[in-house]
């Protein structure tokens, strides 16, 4: 019986001690509970994050070299212009008169001296002539004049023995001397009259000369103006009946571009740096140029500056008036090797700049956290943008939307 009692002591429940424990193991639970929650609402807002961030490319800024091309062949500037002539003249007679011949036509190439037109000549042929028969007339005056002064000569020099020996008197030497300095006089008249002739008969050869209009240098004739029977003048006159030009001249060697560039960007073109050119008419065509030239005046209603750029090799369908594109071009010098030496090259998409601008923004990745950054640019084509100052060399940038990111803001990388 005892051991029944022992039995049913050690199955029995103590009351007391069970909502003590009870309440202990709730108090865990609740806590658990708790830290679950926070952990699944930490990696929810992480993916949400990680979701919500845009997506960024990555470009990775590989170094300049100073001596190569990799910055002397990118343009720094782009400019529009036309191909014009330095050296191109309207020929014209010097004299007015009616064309009589013409030798000419758009196209031909003429040389320096070469004849172009001439002009009636007949009214120049009789004027020439009588200059020349004023000049013999002169000359037969002079020798009368010279005739009578020797013949004198001897006449004055006897009167002067007598007046001196007193066979005559004073009044009959100065009467021999008056007559003596006058034949003189006669002389010199007669030697400043063929002077005069002479001097008629020169300007009577050029005229004549002139009615023969020669090409003042080496070049293309563009334009005819004036035909066969037309009064030709070089001051207009006569009204709207009288050519003033017979043809207009090109020195095709003196070919250059003009061009107007924005006076904020003026300063990054210098005289002699290498430029690259593109004719309208050949788009495929690129001619290689240098600038001659930064004409030192301003157009104050375009805010411009004109650039003369000229080619480094000549070719027959380089034509007046053609338009061109130019593309300056930097060179890897003294002034600017350091830069270029310590400068990076980026793609441009990876660059946020205006046209033109000297200075950019760009977006440095640091594991998936962005830094903003501003950057000194230098030459740019289509393949990359140099970045002389403000970007190391391995340094990783992003590439994507701009108006999406921003300093410290996180990304998501799509592609390394």
Known sequence: MSDKSELLRQLRIERDDRPAQTASSRRWWWVAGVILLLIAAGAASYVWLRSAAPAVKVAVAKPLSSGAGAQSGASILDASGYVVARRQATVSAKITGKLEQLFIEEGVHVKEGDVVATLDNRNATANLLQARAGVQQAQSTLLQAKAAAADITPIYERDRKLAAAGVISAT??????????????????????????????????????????????TGVVTTKNAQPGEIVSPLSAGGG?????????????????EVDVSENFIGRVRANEPATLKLNAYPDWQIPAYVIAVVPTADRSKATVKVRVGFKSRDPRILPEMGARVSFLSRADASNGAASAGGVSLPPEAVQASAGAATGIVYVLHDDTLERREVKLGARDAQSQAVLAGL???????????TKLSDGAHVKVVDR
């Open 241 to 257: 009946f009288t050519r003033s030009g017979i043809c207009t001249l090109v020195d095709m060697d003196s070919l250059e571009v």
């Open 172 to 217: 009959a030497l100065e009467q021999s001397k008056a007559n003596y300095d006058a034949k003189q006089t006669d002389v010199g008249v007669a030697e400043g009259n063929l002077a005069v002739r002479r001097a008629a008969l020169a300007i009577a050869q050029r005229d004549l000369d002139d009615t023969v209009v020669r090409a003042p240098f």
């Open 392 to 402: 190391a060399a391995g340094e990783r940038v992003a590439i994507g939307d701009f």
